[in-house]
Protein backbone atom coordinates (compact mmCIF):
# COMPACT_ATOMS: atom_id res chain seq x y z
CA UNK A 1 0.00 0.00 0.00
CA UNK A 2 2.20 2.71 -0.93
CA UNK A 3 1.86 6.18 0.53
CA UNK A 4 3.61 9.60 0.70
CA UNK A 5 7.03 9.57 0.60
CA UNK A 6 9.95 12.12 2.19
CA UNK A 7 10.78 14.47 -1.33
CA UNK A 8 14.14 16.49 -1.87
CA UNK A 9 11.49 19.11 -1.04
CA UNK A 10 10.88 18.17 2.40
CA UNK A 11 14.65 17.68 2.96
CA UNK A 12 15.41 21.36 1.70
CA UNK A 13 12.72 22.37 4.62
CA UNK A 14 14.31 20.61 7.25
CA UNK A 15 18.35 21.96 6.56
CA UNK A 16 18.87 24.95 7.52
CA UNK A 17 21.72 27.81 5.65
CA UNK A 18 24.24 25.85 7.57
CA UNK A 19 23.53 22.59 5.73
CA UNK A 20 22.73 21.32 9.07
CA UNK A 21 18.66 19.53 10.29
CA UNK A 22 16.60 22.35 11.71
CA UNK A 23 15.59 22.42 15.10
CA UNK A 24 11.93 21.56 14.21
CA UNK A 25 9.22 23.05 16.66
CA UNK A 26 6.59 20.32 17.51
CA UNK A 27 3.68 22.57 17.88
CA UNK A 28 1.90 19.46 17.60
CA UNK A 29 2.66 17.40 20.59
CA UNK A 30 0.67 16.38 23.51
CA UNK A 31 1.60 15.76 26.95
CA UNK A 32 0.01 12.12 27.43
CA UNK A 33 0.81 11.32 31.16
CA UNK A 34 -1.57 8.21 31.29
CA UNK A 35 0.45 6.80 29.34
CA UNK A 36 3.35 6.58 31.97
CA UNK A 37 0.85 5.17 34.38
CA UNK A 38 -0.25 2.24 31.85
CA UNK A 39 0.00 -1.00 33.45
CA UNK A 40 1.33 -3.38 30.58
CA UNK A 41 1.76 -7.19 30.52
CA UNK A 42 2.06 -10.57 28.46
CA UNK A 43 -1.11 -11.89 27.18
CA UNK A 44 -2.05 -15.14 29.21
CA UNK A 45 -3.75 -16.97 26.39
CA UNK A 46 -1.60 -16.59 22.89
CA UNK A 47 -3.45 -13.65 21.47
CA UNK A 48 -6.04 -12.74 23.74
CA UNK A 49 -6.17 -11.98 27.71
CA UNK A 50 -8.73 -13.90 29.80
CA UNK A 51 -9.69 -11.98 33.20
CA UNK A 52 -12.30 -12.68 35.62
CA UNK A 53 -13.82 -9.69 37.25
CA UNK A 54 -16.62 -10.14 40.23
CA UNK A 55 -19.90 -7.95 39.20
CA UNK A 56 -21.90 -8.49 42.08
CA UNK A 57 -21.64 -9.47 45.46
CA UNK A 58 -23.95 -11.34 47.84
CA UNK A 59 -26.92 -10.46 49.42
CA UNK A 60 -25.87 -9.72 53.41
CA UNK A 61 -29.23 -10.24 55.48
CA UNK A 62 -30.32 -9.31 58.85
CA UNK A 63 -31.12 -11.87 61.25
CA UNK A 64 -33.23 -12.02 64.12
CA UNK A 65 -32.97 -15.17 66.67
CA UNK A 66 -34.55 -18.18 66.12
CA UNK A 67 -34.50 -17.24 61.98
CA UNK A 68 -32.42 -18.56 59.44
CA UNK A 69 -30.52 -16.67 56.31
CA UNK A 70 -30.90 -17.39 52.70
CA UNK A 71 -28.22 -18.53 50.40
CA UNK A 72 -26.67 -16.27 48.62
CA UNK A 73 -23.48 -16.13 46.24
CA UNK A 74 -21.00 -13.59 44.31
CA UNK A 75 -21.46 -13.39 40.23
CA UNK A 76 -18.55 -13.18 38.12
CA UNK A 77 -18.24 -12.66 34.38
CA UNK A 78 -15.18 -13.45 32.01
CA UNK A 79 -13.42 -10.81 29.87
CA UNK A 80 -11.72 -11.58 27.00
CA UNK A 81 -9.00 -9.07 25.49
CA UNK A 82 -7.93 -9.23 22.11
CA UNK A 83 -4.33 -7.86 21.28
CA UNK A 84 -3.29 -5.73 18.56
CA UNK A 85 -0.60 -3.96 17.29
CA UNK A 86 -0.03 0.08 16.62
CA UNK A 87 2.62 0.11 13.92
CA UNK A 88 3.77 3.13 11.28
CA UNK A 89 6.07 2.71 8.73
CA UNK A 90 8.71 5.30 7.24
CA UNK A 91 10.64 4.87 4.18
CA UNK A 92 13.39 7.36 3.46
CA UNK A 93 14.92 7.21 -0.18
CA UNK A 94 18.78 5.94 0.41
CA UNK A 95 19.85 8.61 -1.79
CA UNK A 96 18.17 11.90 0.31
CA UNK A 97 19.62 10.46 3.72
CA UNK A 98 23.13 10.25 2.32
CA UNK A 99 22.95 13.88 1.20
CA UNK A 100 22.46 15.38 4.41
CA UNK A 101 25.46 16.36 6.81
CA UNK A 102 24.67 13.93 9.37
CA UNK A 103 22.32 11.23 7.98
CA UNK A 104 21.80 9.81 11.62
CA UNK A 105 20.27 12.86 12.64
CA UNK A 106 18.38 13.79 9.58
CA UNK A 107 16.32 9.95 10.27
CA UNK A 108 15.84 10.46 13.63
CA UNK A 109 14.33 14.13 12.95
CA UNK A 110 11.55 11.87 11.13
CA UNK A 111 11.39 8.98 14.03
CA UNK A 112 10.37 11.71 16.51
CA UNK A 113 7.36 12.73 14.15
CA UNK A 114 6.67 8.82 14.24
CA UNK A 115 6.81 8.37 17.94
CA UNK A 116 4.83 11.77 19.09
CA UNK A 117 1.92 9.99 16.13
CA UNK A 118 2.02 6.68 17.97
CA UNK A 119 2.13 8.12 21.50
CA UNK A 120 -0.80 10.42 20.71
CA UNK A 121 -2.92 7.32 18.95
CA UNK A 122 -2.18 4.97 21.75
CA UNK A 123 -3.89 7.74 24.30
CA UNK A 124 -6.99 8.37 22.09
CA UNK A 125 -7.64 5.06 21.92
CA UNK A 126 -7.51 4.21 25.61
CA UNK A 127 -10.60 6.83 25.94
CA UNK A 128 -12.23 6.42 22.71
CA UNK A 129 -11.08 3.54 21.02
CA UNK A 130 -13.20 -0.04 20.94
CA UNK A 131 -12.66 -3.56 19.54
CA UNK A 132 -13.43 -2.41 16.22
Known sequence: ???????????????????????IIELLEQENGILKDMHFEQCNDGTTHKTTTRVGYPTAYWRLYNRGVPKSKSQTTNITDHTAMLE???????DLVDINANPAEYRFSEDIAFMSAMNNQMAETLFYGDAN
Open 1 to 23: MPGPLISLLDVAKRTDPNGKISQ
Open 88 to 94: ARSEIDK
